[in-house]
């Protein structure tokens, strides 16, 4: 079956690092998106990407980045971690046209100390 | 602009009572409003989409939500609770821009006591 899946599922480090959250999905989905969900705030989004080389900055994106070299991968990387961004990150995709639910990933857990 | 408005943060029903979860939603154009569920420390779950077809949308689990133009709600319902609902429930409006991003109303916890 086709899934979207995202590693680490849970991810401590320390201020100023620099951190890559992986997100796969075999859907062969072109829309890709990640969200960050924290208390108060619902979901918001960081980034997408509507296919190979395509990447566009959603209404949260300072301090994160994302590439899309394939169709199946979009990492989220996390320039130089700050506290604020201790949250639940969501992977999501879906097709390119149409109205289309979007597939969500179990989500990692970032705690930046 | 698009949005949603989840009316309750926080909704506690018993066992075998009807569940209703409100949402009010705001769109310049005919909108795709979606129902998702997150059970604790899960991803999310699609319960149902309204896409215009049907103004009464059924979805899993026995849930079922009414799109209402007249009154700009999306309000989610089902019959009789079951403790496997206990869980966060968001309504979500699909935008017109930045690739149908889905704009997330802040959710409500629905707790269902035995």
């Known amino acids: 079956d086709a899934e979207i899946t995202q590693s680490p599922r849970h991810k401590i480090t320390e201020t100023g690092r620099q951190v890559t959250l992986a997100c796969h999905q075999t859907w062969n989905h072109n829309n890709m998106f990640w969200y960050r969900q924290d208390l108060g705030h619902g979901l918001r989004l960081i980034h997408y990407s509507y296919g190979v080389q395509d990447t566009n900055k959603g209404e949260v994106s300072d301090g994160y980045s994302v590439s899309r070299s394939n169709t199946e991968d979009l990492p989220l990387t996390l320039e130089s971690a700050a506290s604020s961004q201790t949250s639940v990150y969501f992977c999501?995709?879906?097709?390119?046209?149409?109205?289309?639910?979007?597939?969500f990933g179990p989500g990692t857990r970032l705690t930046v100390l | 602009a698009q949005s949603v408005t989840q009316l309750d943060s926080h909704v506690s029903v018993s066992e075998g009572t009807p569940v209703l979860l409100r949402c009010n939603y705001s769109s310049s154009y005919s909108p795709s409003l979606f129902w998702y569920v997150q059970h604790p420390n899960k991803g999310l779950q699609l319960l149902l989409k309204?896409?215009?077809?049907?103004?009464l949308v059924k979805g899993i689990n026995g849930f079922e939500a009414e799109f209402k133009k007249s009154e700009t709600s999306f309000h989610l319902t089902k019959p009789s609770a079951h403790m496997s609902d206990a869980a966060e429930y968001f309504c979500?409006?699909?935008?017109?821009?930045?690739?149908?991003?889905?704009?997330f109303g802040q959710g409500t916890e629905l707790s269902v006591k035995p």
């Open positions: 309204y896409t215009s077809a049907a103004t």
């Open positions: 979500v409006v699909r935008s017109y821009n930045q690739g149908g991003k889905l704009i």
């Open positions: 999501a995709s879906s097709e390119s046209t149409g109205i289309d639910e979007q597939f």
